[in-house]
Antibody
Framework: QVQLQESGPGLVKPSETLSLTCIVSGGSISGYYWSWIRQPPGKGLEWIGYIYIGYFNSETIRYNPSLKSRVTISAETPKNQVSLQLTSVTAADTAKYYC???????????????WGQGTLVTVSS | QSALTQPPSASGSPGQSVTISCTGTSSDVGAYNSVCWYQQHPGKAPKVIIYEFTKRPSGVPDRFSGSKSGNTASLTVSGLQAEDEADYYCSSYAGSDNLVFGGGTKLTVL
């Protein structure tokens, strides 16, 4: 059974960089898309971006246009983990951050089939 | 403001049917066969219950069904049960490798 576990600091100061890691167990990160999605407390979901890990270490990365200038998603295949960095954070970036897997189907058509439990990040001084 | 429009709330009594709408545009819902619906219970991660507008993943009860009309997708929950009380979100591909979600609908089973 594929399991995803997000981790990282629960508190980040304004203007600093948020860094999270998603460790995947029970399967390889190769051959799938891995997205980061966030959810502010009491609010809806927002897709942040994805990374696709090809079997020959090729990568494809795409970001939500509204966050593109501040986001970096990367992967470490030997560690079977995916990472998120979000720079210049403000209180508006306070949210639960999820990593999620989606199969290699065009246009996100099959949705996210595995999710982590999410990690709450609060931006505050 | 979310890219897709959902009603903030919906309700029904046990055994009844409830339909939740998800309205987009000709650039997202109306353009691609990629609308998904997610169910999220409090404190839990979302779970996909409908994909490609009408298909159910294995294990999802057939009480959940999806449909499409123009730029609007709909989720119908038939034979409401107490455990269906949750938040429901739609999502759609919006082109250019971008995904958008609806604002969510809180379903209450009376």
């Amino acid at each position: 059974q594929v399991q995803l576990q997000e981790s990282g600091p629960g508190l980040v100061k304004p203007s600093e960089t948020l860094s999270l890691t998603c460790i995947v167990s029970g399967g390889s990160i190769s051959g799938y898309y891995w997205s980061w999605i966030r959810q502010p407390p009491g609010k809806g979901l927002e897709w942040i971006g994805y990374i696709y890990i090809g079997y020959f270490n090729s990568e494809t990365i795409r970001y939500n246009p509204s966050l593109k200038s501040r986001v970096t998603i990367s992967a470490e295949t030997p560690k079977n983990q995916v990472s998120l960095q979000l720079t210049s954070v403000t209180a508006a970036d306070t949210a639960k951050y999820y990593c999620a897997r989606h199969p290699v189907v065009a246009a996100f058509a099959h949705g996210f089939d595995y999710w982590g439990q999410g990690t709450l990040v609060t931006v505050s001084s | 403001q979310s890219a897709l429009t959902q009603p903030p709330s919906a309700s029904g009594s046990p055994g009844q049917s409830v339909t939740i709408s998800c309205t987009g545009t000709s650039s997202d819902v109306g353009a691609y066969n990629s609308v998904c619906w997610y169910q999220q219970h409090p404190g839990k991660a979302p779970k996909v219950i409908i994909y490609e507008f009408t298909k159910r993943p294995s294990g999802v009860p057939d009480r959940f069904s999806g449909s499409k009309s123009g730029n609007t997708a709909s989720l119908t929950v038939s034979g409401l049960q107490a455990e269906d009380e949750a938040d429901y979100y739609c999502s759609s591909y919006a082109g250019s490798d971008n995904l958008v979600f609806g604002g969510g609908t809180k379903l209450t089973v009376l």
